[in-house]
């Protein structure tokens, strides 16, 4: 099974975890971003963009424009692969969907391969580098003990993917879910990454092999998904795995090539308004703007 996930047209109120919830604490101001075309008063498409070119209101209010970039910015991959006890039997296929995944994906993009067993282990830095990719699939192995997936998650945004907002930031994840749990899961800090990555207009696609009990990374993955642009598949058994991996792949250079002469915008807005209606107008006279909330579109 396998689902396309988008957001709407306004940044709504995330469908959280049915679980005990806190709201985070809120910041002064909140980087978000929209995307542009942006046509002058001869139908062209304006390539050279600015700030200074650009009006963006939230909720009637002005809001600095913090940068304008190209909205084909490369992407910065997370490639989180889970490397618990239970991947022991499906490793030959988590090699083969790993190398598809390398192949398939173009070099424009930095990808940074990191595994969950037990606690995070990164296994290469961001890198274009296939060859060294390729080479740590094929090295890939179980590290036991249990998939520390949230933990790996969180931290694997920290460091890789908010320190780089120069790049379009995306997290593929393959998975098991046995349903083990040996720990309350960390739901405030879940959803706080959560609202912060959809704000960042990042993306997930993941894939979950499945046993016959679930637990909270199922859980977790699908709220993501349900929120935040990209796509998730459920599978029971290994054998489609290469499939899918190779799939994500095409996919996200599909992505990168709809954003091709459009503008990603950041500005602060305000972190207390859950609901914000954004208008973005163009200051050159006879110009005009087509808005989206996510990427591509």
Known sequence: MTRRRGVSAVFGTAILVSLSISLPAQRAVVTRSVFIEAAGADDQLLTDLTAADLQVTENGVPRSVVRVTPGSTPMRIVLMVDSSNPVLPLMNSFKTALGAFADALPPVHEVTFISSGGQIRVRT????DRDQLRAEAQNFAPQGGANAFLDTMLE????FLKTAPEFWPVFVII???NGENYREPDVPSYNAFMTDLRARSGAV??????GKRTGPVSVFITNLTENVPGSLSIINTDNSLPAKLREIAVQLADDHHKMRGRYEVAFDGDPKIVQPVIAVAITREGGRVL????RPF
Do not use: G, L, Y
């Open 156 to 159: 694997a945004d920290r460091r």
């Open 205 to 210: 696609h993941a894939v979950i092999v499945q």
């Open 291 to 294: 808005m989206s909330v996510r």
């Open 125 to 128: 830095p961001p890198s274009r």
């Open 175 to 177: 998975t098991t879910d």
